[in-house]
């Protein structure tokens, strides 16, 4: 059969949609606590923000451009976005029938109700009116619209209320439409005092005092409706790298205008008039099909506030203490000089990381620190850490992705501090993403350099490493602390791609490597060796490579993939993918680990790595893959990297061929959570 036959695979942005609802899934669990499932709800909601922010409008641009292609399943543009619209409808349909039907119900057992307009007392419905006249009303700006006031241009995902009116305001103005915007200096879910509630926890939405109120901000007017709606834009910023003299400026102008951008989609209030959608439609220059009628709440993720906002322990997961390894309590650098340090995320604590470069700080044998940023955080230690270091006389060179989607005012802002301070920041590669995790420090040791390297799987991000699962490796390496400094050296300066010893370099090895990987494992099986590959990431959708695992699972190499998100892969096609199994696993923890195993005829070979098997992260990204040398370090990522997720029958979803996902049933056997197995293992409880 031919391996490129649209038959043989799946859509990337169709596999995106159903990663979601996968997540979802989490959110109807009745075996979740009842809090983390409300948080799941809002996740697929803002995960269905971005996907239209960012997958939706590329596909949208590419047809305006008249540049897209047919998708490798065979699919054109129009088919996907009409099938996007499918099966979004039905996403948000199982969303609200989630919050109403059940999440609802289920809090208001537990005390906690969200009083709809029509539920208030009229003691609530007088401490709303207060607190709307106190705290409200004087934060909003009604723009009714006539000549002198056209259509405002509406900022990305704001909440606004289109209300109808009738009658003249006291210019003899003949009044029909006016627009109100939410306020976003204001908290989205409001709690009731205590001397006005019914229940422990009672609250209401500001979309609903607001709507309930509007009138008052058109005084002898009569307000005939008020409809809430919120637009979706482009989320992709538009910088041409090649034409500019200052990335960092020219995206600071283009960071102005993102929330303007073209809109790829109108949600509003289901009762809304036809003329009214269609006004609206017209405004936003979007088609029938790109608008979504929707029960109240519009926005369904500002419900996420009220898990802060309650403390119930017994309705959310029970928190755990990340491990700090014991050998690790004083020295690191002396420790990883005694052998390679395996960190593994959110188990054991980022604080090592941080630790690590607040010594290399202070230590005065210490001459230099490299490090690559991509995602770090707003008020990141790391970041203060690297300029304690330049202000201690270190040479501080700091690699930040600018482009990092929907951070770069935070990188900005990270890369102004940092030059302030006397660090030497660059900005990676003109068209090339830096996403590989990296950082290197230089030690002086006995009148010799040697080099202390930390890789990862995630981002330098103290806050992410809490709710994702990483994997870090410290080590002294010579080999890999060479590759490393060359790598560096190719971000920093200009230089002929260098030969690496140990690491695999995206956009020059890794995808010659990971394929060369795979015909090992095919020429082991033909010879009869053993021959298995498993492998663990967020997505899967390079053609070749996918093509490469087909002759594999041919040839008789079995494969078990481990993947969260899209996958273009299709599994269990006879005669082609019998020996191709793929699962993702949707928990506690955002699985994010990126780890590849091959039996390599019983010399196992494992890799962890910043790159996902993707066009961007395998051709278009500087990525990193780097080898587990140590025996011990490499059985342990395999047993608790790869192993339990492929035993998991709690929290699994097995993919088929047809493109869906369904849980694995545990039928018969004992019930086994990867992530539950591992915070038992290797955490203990917090007090």
């Given at each position: 059969?031919?391996?490129?036959?649209?038959?043989?695979?799946?859509?990337?942005?169709?596999?995106?949609?159903?990663?979601?609802?996968?997540?979802?899934?989490?959110?109807?669990?009745?075996?979740?606590?009842?809090?983390?499932?409300?948080?799941?709800?809002?996740?697929?909601?803002?995960?269905?923000?971005?996907?239209?922010?960012?997958?939706?409008?590329?596909?949208?641009?590419?047809?305006?451009?008249?540049?897209?292609?047919?998708?490798?399943?065979?699919?054109?543009?129009?088919?996907?976005?009409?099938?996007?619209?499918?099966?979004?409808?039905?996403?948000?349909?199982?969303?609200?029938?989630?919050?109403?039907?059940?999440?609802?119900?289920?809090?208001?057992?537990?005390?906690?109700?969200?009083?709809?307009?029509?539920?208030?007392?009229?003691?609530?419905?007088?401490?709303?009116?207060?607190?709307?006249?106190?705290?409200?009303?004087?934060?909003?700006?009604?723009?009714?619209?006539?000549?002198?006031?056209?259509?405002?241009?509406?900022?990305?995902?704001?909440?606004?209320?289109?209300?109808?009116?009738?009658?003249?305001?006291?210019?003899?103005?003949?009044?029909?439409?006016?627009?109100?915007?939410?306020?976003?200096?204001?908290?989205?879910?409001?709690?009731?005092?205590?001397?006005?509630?019914?229940?422990?926890?009672?609250?209401?939405?500001?979309?609903?005092?607001?709507?309930?109120?509007?009138?008052?901000?058109?005084?002898?007017?009569?307000?005939?409706?008020?409809?809430?709606?919120?637009?979706?834009?482009?989320?992709?910023?538009?910088?041409?790298?090649?034409?500019?003299?200052?990335?960092?400026?020219?995206?600071?102008?283009?960071?102005?205008?993102?929330?303007?951008?073209?809109?790829?989609?109108?949600?509003?209030?289901?009762?809304?008039?036809?003329?009214?959608?269609k006004f609206l439609s017209r405004e936003f220059v979007l088609a029938e099909s790109d608008v979504y009628r929707v029960p109240p709440p519009v926005n369904l993720g500002r419900v996420q506030a009220v898990y802060d906002m309650i403390d119930r322990p017994s309705l959310k997961f029970r928190p755990h203490k990340p491990r700090l390894q014991p050998?690790?309590?004083?020295?690191?650098?002396?420790?990883?000089?005694?052998?390679?340090?395996?960190?593994?995320?959110?188990?054991?604590?980022?604080?090592?990381?941080?630790?690590?470069?607040?010594?290399?700080?202070?230590?005065?044998?210490?001459?230099?620190?490299?490090?690559?940023?991509?995602?770090?955080?707003?008020?990141?230690?790391?970041?203060?850490?690297?300029?304690?270091?330049?202000?201690?006389?270190?040479?501080?060179?700091?690699?930040?992705?600018?482009?990092?989607?929907?951070?770069?005012?935070?990188?900005?802002?990270?890369?102004?501090?940092?030059?302030?301070?006397?660090?030497?920041?660059?900005?990676?590669?003109?068209?090339?993403?830096?996403?590989?995790?990296?950082?290197?420090?230089?030690?002086?040791?006995?009148?010799?350099?040697?080099?202390?390297?930390?890789?990862?799987?995630?981002?330098?991000?103290?806050?992410?490493?809490?709710?994702?699962?990483?994997?870090?490796?410290?080590?002294?390496?010579?080999?890999?602390?060479?590759?490393?400094?060359?790598?560096?050296?190719?971000?920093?300066?200009?230089?002929?791609?260098?030969?690496?010893?140990?690491?695999?370099?995206?956009?020059?090895?890794?995808?010659?490597?990971?394929?060369?990987?795979?015909?090992?494992?095919?020429?082991?099986?033909?010879?009869?060796?053993?021959?298995?590959?498993?492998?663990?990431?967020?997505?899967?959708?390079?053609?070749?490579?996918?093509?490469?695992?087909?002759?594999?699972?041919?040839?008789?190499?079995?494969?078990?993939?481990?993947?969260?998100?899209?996958?273009?892969?299709?599994?269990?096609?006879?005669?082609?993918?019998?020996?191709?199994?793929?699962?993702?696993?949707?928990?506690?923890?955002?699985?994010?680990?990126?780890?590849?195993?091959?039996?390599?005829?019983?010399?196992?070979?494992?890799?962890?790595?910043?790159?996902?098997?993707?066009?961007?992260?395998?051709?278009?990204?500087?990525?990193?893959?780097?080898?587990?040398?140590?025996?011990?370090?490499?059985?342990?990522?395999?047993?608790?990297?790869?192993?339990?997720?492929?035993?998991?029958?709690?929290?699994?979803?097995q993919l088929g061929s047809d493109g869906r996902y369904t849980r694995i049933e545990q039928g018969e056997q004992m019930p086994y959570s990867a992530q539950d197995s591992l915070l038992a293992q290797l955490c203990s409880d917090e007090d």
């Amino acid at each position: 059969m031919d391996l490129k036959d649209p038959s043989l695979y799946l859509n990337r942005e169709l596999s995106q949609l159903e990663f979601n609802s996968r997540v979802l899934a989490q959110a109807e669990d009745e075996r979740m606590p009842l809090l983390e499932r409300v948080r799941f709800l809002c996740i697929t909601n803002s995960n269905l923000d971005e996907f239209f922010e960012i997958r939706v409008a590329n596909i949208r641009f590419q047809l305006s451009q008249q540049t897209a292609r047919p998708w490798p399943d065979g699919r054109s543009t129009t088919e996907v976005l009409t099938e996007i619209r499918e099966r979004t409808l039905a996403l948000v349909q199982r969303q609200y029938r989630c919050w109403t039907e059940s999440l609802v119900p289920a809090l208001h057992a537990e005390g906690i109700n969200f009083l709809a307009r029509d539920t208030w007392t009229p003691r609530q419905r007088r401490w709303l009116h207060a607190y709307f006249q106190s705290e409200v009303q004087p934060v909003l700006s009604p723009l009714g619209l006539d000549p002198a006031h056209p259509f405002p241009r509406l900022l990305n995902k704001s909440l606004n209320f289109a209300v109808q009116l009738k009658g003249k305001d006291a210019f003899g103005r003949e009044g029909n439409l006016a627009l109100v915007r939410a306020p976003r200096s204001l908290p989205r879910v409001i709690r009731l005092p205590k001397e006005v509630s019914q229940s422990p926890y009672e609250f209401t939405l500001l979309s609903s005092i607001v709507q309930t109120f509007v009138a008052e901000l058109f005084p002898g007017m009569e307000v005939t409706g008020a409809y809430a709606f919120r637009v979706t834009r482009n989320g992709e910023l538009t910088v041409d790298e090649q034409d500019v003299e200052n990335l960092a400026h020219a995206l600071q102008d283009e960071l102005h205008e993102r929330g303007f951008a073209d809109a790829v989609r109108l949600e509003i209030a289901e009762g809304a008039p036809k003329p009214l959608v269609k006004f609206l439609s017209r405004e936003f220059v979007l088609a029938e099909s790109d608008v979504y009628r929707v029960p109240p709440p519009v926005n369904l993720g500002r419900v996420q506030a009220v898990y802060d906002m309650i403390d119930r322990p017994s309705l959310k997961f029970r928190p755990h203490k990340p491990r700090l390894q014991p050998a690790l309590s004083g020295s690191i650098l002396d420790t990883v000089r005694q052998g390679d340090v395996l960190l593994h995320h959110p188990f054991e604590s980022f604080s090592t990381v941080v630790d690590l470069l607040r010594q290399s700080a202070a230590d005065p044998n210490v001459l230099a620190i490299k490090q690559t940023l991509y995602r770090a955080g707003r008020n990141s230690p790391l970041v203060g850490a690297l300029i304690e270091a330049a202000r201690a006389g270190k040479d501080v060179t700091v690699v930040i992705e600018l482009r990092a989607r929907f951070d770069e005012e935070a990188n900005i802002g990270l890369a102004n501090r940092l030059q302030e301070a006397g660090v030497q920041v660059v900005y990676g590669v003109v068209g090339y993403k830096t996403h590989a995790k990296m950082m290197l420090i230089v030690r002086r040791e006995g009148g010799k350099l040697r080099r202390y390297v930390h890789l990862g799987t995630g981002n330098y991000h103290p806050g992410t490493a809490t709710v994702y699962t990483d994997f870090g490796l410290l080590t002294c390496d010579r080999d890999i602390g060479e590759d490393a400094h060359k790598v560096f050296q190719q971000l920093s300066g200009f230089s002929s791609a260098y030969p690496l010893k140990r690491l695999l370099l995206s956009p020059f090895t890794q995808h010659r490597e990971v394929l060369q990987r795979i015909e090992r494992e095919i020429a082991n099986a033909q010879a009869g060796k053993p021959a298995r590959i498993i492998a663990k990431m967020n997505a899967l959708q390079e053609v070749t490579v996918i093509q490469s695992l087909y002759r594999a699972s041919q040839a008789g190499v079995e494969v078990d993939l481990i993947i969260r998100g899209a996958c273009v892969l299709k599994p269990g096609v006879p005669g082609v993918s019998d020996r191709i199994r793929v699962r993702s696993i949707i928990g506690r923890f955002l699985e994010h680990t990126r780890v590849y195993f091959f039996e390599n005829g019983g010399d196992h070979e494992l890799w962890c790595s910043s790159a996902d098997w993707m066009d961007r992260n395998l051709l278009r990204r500087v990525e990193i893959s780097f080898p587990i040398l140590d025996p011990v370090i490499r059985e342990r990522v395999f047993h608790e990297g790869l192993e339990p997720y492929l035993a998991d029958n709690v929290r699994a979803w097995q993919l088929g061929s047809d493109g869906r996902y369904t849980r694995i049933e545990q039928g018969e056997q004992m019930p086994y959570s990867a992530q539950d197995s591992l915070l038992a293992q290797l955490c203990s409880d917090e007090d």
